[in-house]
């Protein structure tokens, strides 16, 4: 079998093609281009290529099935997925059949000359792997493509052929105990329990006997042995949300069962041994409690193992049309009825909206509207009064002050905090924040075009962009 340098670009769209050949080749890559996955396995008989670019909704055989023959029959060859239809389960099987990287589009030239060259130093190092494992999951109920969304979707991916402790910080209503039950669903416990428990709804007295059970006789009221939820979960996974709230005593007990997987029940005298994985949330900042003393340090490090920080809704609002589809679709079933929509208007006010609640407010609003709504489609005059009032409230700042005004406001306020302050070092880094979101959000994250936006050189953007530490 002979082996190329070539990377192989599979997409029927003719645009993307031509778009990822002139980048790679002005890189120095030689390229070859194909339509469909079918021809390509037929080329692949012939040659192949160092690294294969392939997108996954084509006619006839799709990408992840081509993924699973490379993997089966060429396993040294890279693949790089990618997709417009960017979800959950799409990633985690693109990650699960062994995928180098999951791309969502629109990317970034970029990023995708980088990822081709890590790929190209994989393959080489690469003298065998297993074939890939043929997976079939289930729906996730985690919807969205934006870019802050996609970050998690990947994150998951990558965690699932993995027993490790995840850490999922994020803003009440966000979405934490989903997407822990997405980390155990794509998981080797999937087969097992999935146990949650809201530690800080369950007072301190009684979490204890929660978590660990108890015996017979051990305090009043227990009139027989009771199974915690550690021995429930046994060879599974358990969610532990709020874990800030646990109360000081009990993190040390937490603290041991992860050092070594037993603990004693309540009033028990047997030790107890489990296999668990933890997958802890909380909204709060954890780094500032252990600082103030109101959780241990060395408990902190011991679920911090993966980071999963959850985007609020109002950094991903492009996904408020998917998620309220999803939402109406869901409760349209639930209810017998027919399935509403949302009016372009009504969309623009829900998108200016800053959702304190996030997601979970988002299906509570989908839900009265449903039920209140007279009409298909739900127009602006159907929202709730809080949306229509936040938006009433913006027309008339928008309409009394100007942003010279507010950006005069903001830094009499800065100044007047202390008397000597560095106001340019301050406000100058948070106004380029601002410049820099609006061109990359115009430009779908094309750095070239939101750098010629911003009156910038290329150089300047990706320097800017990492000083700030933008993500996607």
Known sequence: MIMSDDVWIVDDDRA?????????????????????????????????????????????????????TLQQKFPHVPVIVMTAYGDLDHAV??????????????????????????????GEEKSNQEPAVDTSPEVSGIVGSSIAIQQVFKTIGRLSNSHMTVMITGESGSGKELVARALHRHSPRAGMSFIALNTAAIPGELLESELFGHEKG?????????????????????????IGDMPSDLQTRLLRVLADGKFYRVGGTQAVSVDVRVIAATHQDLECLVETGRFR?????????IRLELP??????????????????????????????????????????RWPGNVR??????RRVMVMGSTHEIDVDDLPDELKADQ???????????????????????????????????LVPRFELVLIRAALAKTSGRRQEAARLLGWGRNTLTRKIKEY????
């Open 16 to 68: 993307i093609r031509w778009v990822l050949e002139r980048a790679l080749s002005k890189e120095e890559f030689s390229t070859r281009s194909f339509e469909t996955a079918d021809t390509v396995l037929s080329a692949l008989m012939q040659s192949q290529p160092a690294v294969v670019i392939t997108d996954i909704r084509m006619p006839g055989t799709d990408g992840l099935a081509l993924l699973k």
């Open 93 to 122: 099987a693109a990650f699960q059949g062994g995928a180098f990287e999951y791309m969502p589009k629109p990317f970034d030239i970029d990023d995708v000359i980088s990822i081709v060259r890590r790929a190209i130093r994989k």
């Open 218 to 242: 051990s305090f009043t009221g227990a009139t027989g042995k009771r199974i915690g939820r550690f021995e429930q979960a046994d060879n599974g996974t358990l969610f532990l949300d709020e």
């Open 297 to 305: 340090e060395d408990l902190f490090h011991r679920l911090n193992v």
């Open 312 to 353: 609020a809704l109002r950094d991903r609002t492009d996904d408020i049309d998917e998620l309220s589809n999803h939402f109406f679709k869901n409760i349209a079933a639930e209810l017998h009825t027919n399935v509403k929509i949302f009016s372009s208007d009504a969309l623009k006010v829900m998108q200016s909206y």
């Open 361 to 366: 407010q988002l299906e509570n609003i989908c």
């Open 392 to 426: 009433s409230d913006k027309d008339g700042e928008h309409s009394l002050v100007s942003w010279e005004e507010a950006l005069r406001r903001q830094a009499t306020e800065h100044l007047e905090q202390t008397d000597f302050s560095p106001l340019m070092s301050d």
């Open 469 to 472: 530490e933008l993500n996607g």
